[in-house]
């Protein structure tokens, strides 16, 4: 059965600080999707990441996928009070078949200070 | 720009009551998805649909039901609500990635 780890599962960070979230998985997969959710909101879409050493940035956001050490991470850079929301990463269970599964990763709850 | 819809945003019912949750999505895929998401535990999912009439249990199917008639609605039934069912339901629909609806927040009395 699919594991999915994020640390932390709380981060509280100062603005204009950098960070990492980590995504740790137990079995193999090629394909791994990172999340993002406002409160009281529904879930949208960051990042899609479908090889090993796939590398994906939007803004202050980095995502990356190592399949051979089943880890990816999502690195903030220089945060503002924006990017304050709970960041999802999931891992699809079927490891690169056609039902895309997912197991979602418990969440890391983000809040950005001034 | 994919849409997927949920009939309800917040939803009240009675303990024992039949309750429907309905999802449409715009985009022809053939996977659709029902989620619920309590704090602290995530998102779980309760049961998956690849096709047509065709269904798949989840990791948490006891207490649901579902009904996939045609290939753009995905409906999620409660045959008997009770108190533990309380949560965000969300739904989803997939090509590669799984595009969320907005969620219904269930309250059962």
């Known amino acids: 059965e699919l594991k999915v780890e994020q640390n932390p599962l709380f981060l509280s960070m100062q603005e204009g600080k950098n960070y990492t979230i980590y995504c740790n998985y137990s079995?193999?997969?090629?394909?791994l999707y990172w999340y993002r959710q406002d409160p009281g909101k529904s879930l949208e879409s960051l990042f899609v990441?479908?090889?090993?050493?796939a590398v994906k940035q939007e803004g202050r956001l980095m995502a990356s996928l190592d399949t051979k050490a089943r880890l990816s991470t999502l690195h903030i850079t220089a945060a503002v009070h924006d990017l304050s929301a709970t960041y999802f990463c999931?891992?699809?269970?079927?490891?690169?078949?056609?039902?895309?599964?997912?197991?979602f990763g418990k969440g890391t709850l983000l809040t950005v200070n001034p | 720009d994919v849409k997927v819809t949920q009939s309800s945003r917040y939803l009240v019912k009675r303990t024992g009551e039949k309750v429907f949750l309905e999802c449409v999505q715009d985009?022809?895929?053939?996977?659709m998805f029902w989620y619920r998401q309590d704090p602290g535990l995530g998102l779980r999912l309760i049961y998956f649909?690849?096709?047509?009439?065709?269904?798949e249990k989840g990791d948490i199917p006891e207490g649901y039901s579902v009904s996939r008639e045609k290939k753009e609605r995905f409906s999620l039934i409660l045959e008997s609500a009770s108190t533990n069912q309380t949560s965000m339901y969300l739904c989803?629909?997939?090509?590669?990635?799984?595009?969320f609806g907005p969620g219904t927040r269930l309250t059962v009395t």
């Open positions: 999931a891992v699809d269970r079927d490891g690169g078949g056609s039902n895309y599964k997912l197991t």
């Open positions: 990441l479908l090889s090993n050493g």
């Open positions: 989803a629909s997939s090509d590669y990635e799984q595009y």
């Open positions: 079995t193999t997969s090629d394909r």
């Open positions: 985009m022809d895929h053939e996977n």
């Open positions: 649909s690849y096709d047509v009439k065709m269904k």
